[in-house]
Nanobody, 119 residues
Framework: QVQLVESGGGLVQPGGSLRLSCVYSGITFDIDAILWYRQAPRKQREWVATITRGGNTSYDDSVKGRFTIFRDNARNTVYLQMNNLKPEDTAGYYC?????????????WGQGTQVTVSS
């Protein structure tokens, strides 16, 4: 099992920045990737960014160049640095741990942290 706790959300003006944190615990040695998702009201949850065990990163086009995913292995923490925030970034942000075992993926979710971008 893996437990994930997100933090760092809040209210920010357009153009501002926030840094989200995702602390993971439990059986973590075999996590293959940590992902960030977001879900706006009345919309489906959408993928934002991924960092793999090997450190490779990828981003949705809507956040590329504005968001950066990185990690601190000593603290079991993955961060999402969000710059130049836009109102359309308003959503609940969730981190997700992926484990792949014998070709099957298992996912663990945190409770989320709310980001509101508004003037």
């Amino acid at each position: 099992q893996v437990q994930l706790v997100e933090s760092g959300g809040g209210l920010v003006q357009p153009g501002g920045s926030l840094r989200l944190s995702c602390v993971y615990s439990g059986i973590t040695f075999d996590i293959d990737a940590i992902l960030w998702y977001r879900q706006a009201p009345r919309k489906q949850r959408e993928w934002v960014a991924t960092i793999t065990r090997g450190g490779n990163t990828s981003y949705d086009d809507s956040v590329k160049g504005r968001f950066t995913i990185f990690r601190d292995n000593a603290r079991n923490t993955v961060y999402l640095q969000m710059n130049n925030l836009k109102p359309e970034d308003t959503a609940g942000y969730y981190c997700n741990a992926e484990k792949v075992e014998v070709g099957t993926s298992y996912y663990y979710w945190g409770q989320g942290t709310q980001v509101t971008v508004s003037s």
